[in-house]
């Protein structure tokens, strides 16, 4: 499934056996609605744990918090676990401020061995 919105955007791979979702742009009410339904899809077909790289995250407002929570829910009531990579500072203090950066496990760089070339992304 496609995102063909410029202002946010989706990628998806597998790496040592994690999910590693990539967001990048705008995350607000509009990402949220055009980026649920891939996220719904990934995750329910993937049964491993997983990472949401946000570091090219560009602007998180109430729309994007909202989707970071379903994809918490959702890796939750599949019995996996969640770690998000922390966006730039302007960016993550939306988490801050709303207290939800508490109930992530938070990671400050996404680990070496989950680095992969753009290249070898699979777009959503």
Known sequence: MGISDPS????????????????HGELDAWADQELEPCLREFL???????????????????????LLVRIRNRTAAGGR??????????????????????SFT????????LEVPDDDDVPA
Do not use: C, I
């Open 106 to 113: 938070v990671l400050d760089a996404l680990p070496a061995e």
């Open 8 to 23: 946010f955007g989706l990628r998806h791979r597998v790496v040592e056996g994690l999910t590693v979702l990539t967001l």
């Open 81 to 102: 676990t969640l770690r998000l990579v922390r966006s730039a500072p302007r960016v993550w203090r939306v988490m801050a401020l709303t207290r939800l950066d508490r």
């Open 44 to 66: 329910d077909r993937s049964g491993s744990d997983v990472v949401v790289d946000l570091r090219q995250v560009t602007f998180l407002d109430a729309g994007g918090l909202r």
